[in-house]
């Protein structure tokens, strides 16, 4: 753990820059001084943390050349990468006061030297407080977008994130699929052991799928007993194997309510993004595959 300024710290991971044979092109150092020193206007004109790290990106790109930029927090949410990872690497662990920022790595064909590095962290200690400061902006608009009684998602955080992750999907002509989900005759849970016992039997659906799904999902209450899950860089068939995982995981489950146990089963409709399809359009296909479930008996995953 390095100290960088009075308060921020830097953890340098899997730093590959030693024994060059490669040196960046000379970049003027009074220029480098001066990008450096209006970074932080530049950065503190945005608090929205997607907005902070392509500005970030710009002005780094001028004195420090990369083949790729990657940025990672998964506690809200945010995955960056511009492009395909090179051989040579340099990671960072970013942390503040001992609160976590995320990690961000550059990567490219040729090694680091020590220069480059100097000069990434030297940038890296410019963006500490403004990426602090919309993390906690962030943090703040997913406790708005949170479901109170699961944890998960909620509906509005569903169709932000469906709409970004089609629209990204489609320019990156890359996979994605869509699981839709509900709990097979919940109003019969209601019915028979009252509502409190069917709060309990979504609660506990959520920490299984959580605990079943891979760190790159994202899990949604939809509403109501409907769960929903977008699977980025997923293709249907890998789409149907998370799903069978969670129906059978379901299945297993057994609530108890203070006076009896209880279980259920989930049905499952999975669909994979077309090229050129519509929000929309996507979503109706893997709704009317999970109605397909629904048909051939419940306890079902149908792929549309």
């Known amino acids: 753990m390095v100290n960088q300024t009075e308060t921020a710290k830097l953890s340098l991971v899997g730093k590959h820059s030693h024994a060059v044979a490669f040196t960046t092109p000379d970049v003027d150092v009074n220029q480098s001084e001066a990008i450096i020193n209006r970074l932080p ?13 392509q500005l970030f990106q710009d002005e780094l790109k001028k004195v420090v050349p990369y083949d790729s930029f990657h940025y990672q927090h998964r506690d809200v949410l945010c995955d960056i990468n511009t492009a395909k990872r090179s051989h040579h690497n340099c990671t960072y662990r970013l942390e503040m006061n001992a609160v ?3 990690e961000l790595t550059l990567t490219r064909g040729k090694k680091f030297s020590d220069k480059d590095t100097k000069l990434v962290e030297d940038f890296l200690c410019k963006l500490v407080y403004p990426l602090r400061n919309c993390l906690l ?8 977008l949170q479901d109170k009684l699961t944890g998960l998602n909620n509906r509005a955080a569903f169709d932000n994130s469906l709409t970004r992750e089609v ?8 996979p994605l699929s869509l ?5 097979d005759h919940f109003k019969t849970v209601n019915d028979s052991y009252g509502h409190s016992a069917g709060d309990l039997a979504l609660r506990t659906l959520a920490d299984s799928i959580i605990e079943t799904l891979r760190r790159s999902d994202i899990a949604f209450r939809y509403g109501g007993e409907e769960f929903t899950l977008v ?3 997923t293709d249907k068939a890998s789409a149907h194997l998370v799903a069978e995982r969670i129906r059978v995981a379901a299945s ?9 146990n209880f ?4 049905s499952l409709g999975v669909s994979e993004l077309e090229q050129g399809e519509h929000v929309t359009t996507f979503f109706d296909r893997v709704d009317q595959a999970l109605f397909q479930a629904k048909k051939l008996g419940r306890n079902n995953t149908v792929s549309a």
């Not at 279980?263 to 989930?266: E, I, L, M, Q």
């Open 167 to 174: 629209d990204l999907a489609q320019r990156q002509h890359t």
């Open 137 to 144: 902006y962030r943090q703040a608009q997913r406790a708005a």
């Open 231 to 233: 699977l980025s860089n």
């Open 252 to 260: 297993q489950l057994s609530c108890n309510d203070g006076a009896r």
């Open 100 to 102: 976590w920022l995320g």
């Open 179 to 183: 699981v839709v989900l509900d709990i």
């Open 263 to 266: 279980g259920f089963t989930v």
């Open 41 to 53: 206007a530049i950065l503190q004109t945005t608090l929205e943390l997607d907005d902070l790290v």
